[in-house]
């Protein structure tokens, strides 16, 4: 099974920042990365006037939209249960894949690192550190029963990842 590790914060501390070196550290390192980013967001990737905007509005329960550089998979889920994070990873590719990255979902049983930034109006007090917490990351020196991460060191936190992948 491939491995789903979640980068979970409070909005405003930089999950999307960290992720957006972590990914191309993690790359040259041999590792090929999914992601799934959570929104609690109304989204859609597709823009009205488009083609594929009006045949999905038209009643299509799944539209798929695919050129030579990359596809896309929308799927309309109007009447359906909250998302479930292991369903969403059951669509991706896994023979193209390494690990799954997850920004968000920190609810979910599935290992996270959580992110701590100072002066982001939150207390280190406020952390949920359960079973499935690996690690937190940090800019600040903090003292907790599991092990802290540099927020700054990107390539320490690849090094971490992959020795957590390799267990």
């Not at 930089?14 to 972590?22: A, E, N, R």
């Not at 050129?67 to 799927?75: D, I, K, P, V, Y």
Request: proline letters at 4%.
């Amino acid at each position: 099974m491939i491995p789903v590790l979640a980068i979970s914060a409070w909005s405003g501390t930089g999950k999307t920042t960290l992720l957006k070196k972590l990914i191309p550290a993690l790359c040259a390192k041999g590792i090929r990365p999914g992601l799934i980013k959570h929104t609690h967001h109304n989204m859609d990737v597709d823009k009205p006037g488009k083609d594929s905007y009006e045949l999905r509005k038209a009643g299509a329960a799944q539209t798929m939209v695919a050129s030579n550089q990359r596809w896309a998979l929308m799927t309309e889920t109007p009447d359906e249960a909250p998302l479930d994070l292991a369903y969403l990873v059951s669509r991706m590719d896994h023979s193209t894949l390494d690990l799954v990255l997850v920004e968000g979902f920190k609810h979910e049983a599935v290992a996270k690192i959580l992110l701590f930034r100072n002066g982001a109006g939150h207390d280190v007090s406020e952390l949920t550190l359960d079973e499935h917490v690996i690690a937190v990351a940090s800019d600040a020196a903090l003292t907790l029963e599991v092990p802290v991460l540099d927020l700054n060191n990107v390539e320490g936190i690849a090094e971490f990842i992959l020795a957590w992948c390799a267990v």
